[in-house]
């Protein structure tokens, strides 16, 4: 069909309409763009978990195989995971331990238990101080006969009546801190939370100082 000559050029104004191509780049141009997935929270923006001290306890020996394997000497593992133990806690008060959600969470809370044991253990190495003896197979040859001073027997006399002054919670602390126990070991006997088996170690050892610091005074003030 021929369309006529005017009305060909009232179409001259109007658009031509878009082709295949043309309406693929419209719908390019007004879909916005595609959104990236969502940022993946980090650690610190997971809600903080607070395991008991018996969830750390139960992973006591596996955390003494690792000490072993970390280079730590059998004698010091006692007092190396006192440490660790301690420190896992107060982390855990402060709202540090913040697992992601949907992870296992023992295998999540032994991974943090290990990277705490990493940093005690490079401590434990830094300390120039630390001791190297190796025990000897029998102590006891070393040991030269025993030499009895009197100031010595009046200052354990002294110590022995101070004791009987103490509160008898404090006196069980002390005999257990001579039986070898450490503060974790000490609070598990106790029942108590391990915070406050440590603050009554520290109590009952004040109390000792005192006691023989004062039977000391006693005996070198100057008597009229």
């Known amino acids: 069909m021929v ?28 879909a916005p763009a595609a959104k990236k997935g969502a940022r993946r929270p980090q650690p610190a923006e997971y809600p903080a978990a607070y395991p008991s001290i018996q969830e750390l306890l139960a992973y006591e020996p596996r955390l003494r195989q690792l000490l072993l394997r970390l280079g730590i000497p059998r004698q010091d593992t006692g007092d190396v995971l006192q440490d660790v133990i ?14 992601r959600p949907g992870v296992d969470r023992e295998r999540t809370l032994w991974c943090w238990l290990a990277g705490i044991t990493w940093k005690v253990v490079g401590h434990y190495h830094e300390k120039a101080h630390r001791r190297r003896e190796v025990p000897a197979a029998d102590p006891w040859a070393f040991v030269p006969d025993p030499v009895f ?11 022995l009546r101070g004791l009987e002054r103490v509160p008898q919670r ?26 406050t088996g440590f603050t009554r170690v520290r109590r009952g050892r004040q109390f000792l100082g005192q006691i023989l610091v004062r039977g000391r005074t006693c005996r070198e003030s100057p008597r009229g």
Do not use: C, N
Not at 86 to 99: D, E, H, V, Y
Not at 171 to 176: A, F, K, T, Y
């Open 170 to 195: 404090v006196r069980r602390v002390l005999h257990l801190l001579a039986l070898g126990y450490g503060g974790s070991e000490i609070a598990r006997k106790q029942r108590v939370p391990i915070s």
């Open 86 to 99: 301690w420190g896992a806690t107060q982390s855990i008060r402060a709202g540090r331990f913040r697992p």
């Open 3 to 30: 369309v006529p000559l005017h009305a060909r050029s009232d179409m001259d104004h109007l658009h031509p309409a878009p082709g295949a191509q043309d309406r693929d780049s419209s719908v390019h141009r007004s």
């Open 149 to 159: 001073d009197p100031t010595d027997q009046l200052e354990a006399r002294e110590a």
